[in-house]
């Protein structure tokens, strides 16, 4: 047997078999995939296995597959093994999406450069052509909607 296989007699929590493999308890799924737990410690006489999803009753029976993985499902599992002696649980497992494998930097003060400041005229002259230009926008978009009203009233008339 191999170093984490545990019977029943061991005091630890049952160690799970995975698909995939977790990483110190963790699995990291994409959505849509399928996720494997199952139970594989021995008790003599057999258990009744029973599978909780964040503590809520989900499923019974030594394995738990996850076929197509939504965010309803991500969360952490654990399955209790009971028999007439004693009752036995195992690590929790939680499945969660991949985190970004990108290291945090930390942000850098940006110097303003001074080449591409405005101000005076300029300034001025970019503030109005901003407001004329979101005039002009929100005008056609106007016109874009009285225009489709119109259509539309005349195919009425047509169809009726």
Known sequence: MGPGFLFADNPYRVPLKTFPSTNWGIIESELNYSVILQWVATMDPEPVLSWTHNGEPCWTGEMLIIQRLSREQLGTYMCT?????????????????????????????????????????????L??????????????????????????????????
């Open 81 to 125: 093994g009971r028999n007439s002696q004693k009752e036995l649980f195992s690590e929790p497992v939680t499945v969660m999406l991949p985190q970004a494998s990108v290291d945090p930097t930390d942000p850098e003060p940006i110097e303003p450069d001074p080449t591409f400041s405005l101000s005076g005229g300029p300034a001025i002259g």
């Open 127 to 160: 503030l109005v052509a901003g407001v004329l230009g979101a005039v002009a926008l929100v005008a056609g978009a106007v016109f874009t909607i009285f225009q489709s009203q119109r259509t539309d009233r005349q195919r009425i008339r047509i169809c009726s």
